[in-house]
């Protein structure tokens, strides 16, 4: 790594270490020639990754990150009216039941598995 380069670190689960090590032992067994480790292949997928999927993948990052809480709060700070209020508040549920994705049928699974426990 070149010396005037400024160095910051970031944290990963023991999980997707794990997988870094894995992937640098394979890279590794196959011959002596590789100088590679988990911190210089993790900066290479991080690389690729923003050269390649960020774009396309962003309004998925940014559905998996948004936080409804303060988006809430900054529109109570926001607005000026109630009337205001209303409609961003109405935009927000709108929009909102996009986000959530299909609902599940949970409850009528959870009915039918008990009944055929209780008639076992």
């Given at each position: 790594?070149?010396?005037?380069?400024?160095?910051?670190?970031?944290?990963?689960?023991?999980a997707?270490?794990?997988?870094?090590?894995?992937?640098?032992?394979?890279?590794?067994s196959?011959?002596?020639?590789?100088k590679?480790?988990?911190?210089?292949?993790?900066?290479?997928?991080?690389?690729?990754?923003?050269?390649?999927?960020l774009e396309?993948?962003?309004?998925?990052?940014?559905?998996?990150?948004?936080?409804?809480?303060s988006?809430?709060?900054?529109?109570?700070k926001q607005?000026?009216?109630?009337?205001?209020?209303?409609q961003?508040?109405?935009?927000?549920?709108?929009?909102?039941?996009g986000?959530?994705?299909?609902?599940?049928?949970?409850?009528?699974?959870n009915?039918?598995?008990?009944?055929?426990?209780?008639?076992?």
């Amino acid at each position: 790594m070149n010396k005037n380069k400024t160095v910051r670190r970031i944290a990963v689960s023991e999980a997707i270490f794990c997988q870094l090590e894995t992937e640098v032992n394979r890279i590794k067994s196959s011959g002596t020639h590789f100088k590679v480790n988990e911190s210089k292949l993790a900066a290479v997928i991080i690389k690729r990754f923003f050269k390649i999927y960020l774009e396309k993948d962003r309004s998925l990052l940014e559905k998996e990150f948004f936080d409804k809480k303060s988006y809430l709060e900054q529109l109570l700070k926001q607005s000026n009216s109630d009337e205001e209020l209303q409609q961003s508040l109405g935009q927000f549920l709108r929009n909102s039941k996009g986000r959530r994705g299909r609902k599940t049928n949970k409850k009528k699974e959870n009915d039918s598995s008990d009944s055929l426990k209780s008639e076992l």
